[in-house]
């Protein structure tokens, strides 16, 4: 009984218990002496338990903090995956809001004096009717900058219609804006509120530099650096935008015997919906590019719908 007890109250390895039964006096000591023992073993395999999980925590917080390792998140827009993914599925469509789907995207070179690259299917056919239809209301014969004014002046340079949407007017607009920014690594806040354009038969804009020659116009966030030029409608001849200046082959591109005689005299790009072609005024090293001099071809058949956002070097207040 007693030594049942004994075996029963202290739950001990079965063998020692066992000993403890045929050695009942001095079962009691040796039962004790090897519970100290069996507890110290435990106590010592918690505390390298515990630091085991302590060093392994420190080291994954150490790469986490250097980037070798990250945690499985949910996976919406990886910059690193550069702004042409592929194809619009859903994801896309989060991370980029604005209205409607995209068709395939993808990026093309167009030069690297200018800096010029072509975006297809920058903006999808709603957003492009969306914006011809904020516009359409309001439109009005496009005005140059006089260079010794700063003023806007009436131009046979310049023979469209067009007028400005204010920056960040609604959701949608705010997308594209969002987009663009996204696009260029420029500031929505650097940015013109967009200019809409239309331009009918015979239709132009001579050749020119988007960046300034006056004094005035760069006193709101100095000087334009970069334009993103968006295409909101096909157009069925002529209406190219051509850099006559460009060092490039102008007749390596696939849609040169598309041209209109105007569009081969540059390198070229041909309107179409939802394109859109960002060309930089200023090189790397902030001198302005005068290889990015460029102009609107005449529209020969079809209306070409434009919408160019130009972008400052510095925040432009509006
Ligand atoms: O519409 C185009 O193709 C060119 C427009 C342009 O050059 C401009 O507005 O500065």
Redesign the pocket.
């Known amino acids: 009984m007693r030594h049942h007890m004994i075996g029963s109250y202290v739950q001990f390895p079965r063998d020692f218990a066992r000993k403890a039964l045929f050695w009942p006096d001095g079962g009691l000591k040796m039962a004790k002496g090897k519970v100290a023992r069996v507890q110290a073993r435990g106590a010592s395999k918690r505390s390298l338990a515990l630091t085991l999980l302590l060093s392994f925590t420190v080291v994954l917080l150490f790469l986490l903090a250097l980037g070798i390792v990250s945690l499985p998140v949910r996976r919406e827009f990886s910059p690193r995956e550069g702004p042409t993914p592929v194809n619009a599925n859903s994801l896309e469509r989060v991370a980029f809001g604005g209205l409607g789907e995209r068709g395939k995207q993808w990026t093309q070179v167009l030069s690297w004096e200018p800096r010029a690259f072509l975006y297809h299917n920058f903006l999808s056919r709603e957003e492009c009717e969306y914006l011809v239809s904020l516009a359409k209301p309001r439109i009005s014969k496009s005005t140059v900058v006089d260079g010794s004014t700063g003023k806007s002046m009436d131009s046979g340079v ?1 023979t ?1 219609s067009g007028m400005f949407l204010n920056r960040g007017q609604d959701k949608i607009v705010r997308a594209i804006e969002k987009r663009i920014a996204d696009f260029t690594h420029i500031p929505v806040e650097h940015g013109e509120g967009l ?1 809409i ?1 239309q ?1 009918g038969h015979g239709q132009k ?1 001579d050749a ?1 530099h ?1 960046y300034f020659s006056d004094p005035f116009n760069t006193r709101n966030g100095g000087q334009r650096m970069a ?1 993103m ?1 968006m295409y909101l409608s096909d157009v069925e001849e002529g ?3 051509v850099f006559p200046a460009a060092k490039a082959n102008f007749s390596a591109v696939p849609w040169w015997n598309d041209l209109s005689e105007c569009g081969k005299q540059g390198l070229s790009v041909k ?1 179409k919906m939802g394109n859109a072609v960002l060309f930089w005024s200023m090189k790397p090293d902030g001198t302005l590019d005068p290889a990015s001099l ?3 071809c005449p529209v020969i058949k079809g209306t ?1 719908w ?1 919408a ?1 956002k130009w972008m400052h070097v510095w925040e432009y207040k509006v």
């Open positions: 310049r469209s200019q354009l331009y804009y020119h988007d334009t030029l209406g190219e935008t309107p460029h102009g609107a070409k434009s160019p």
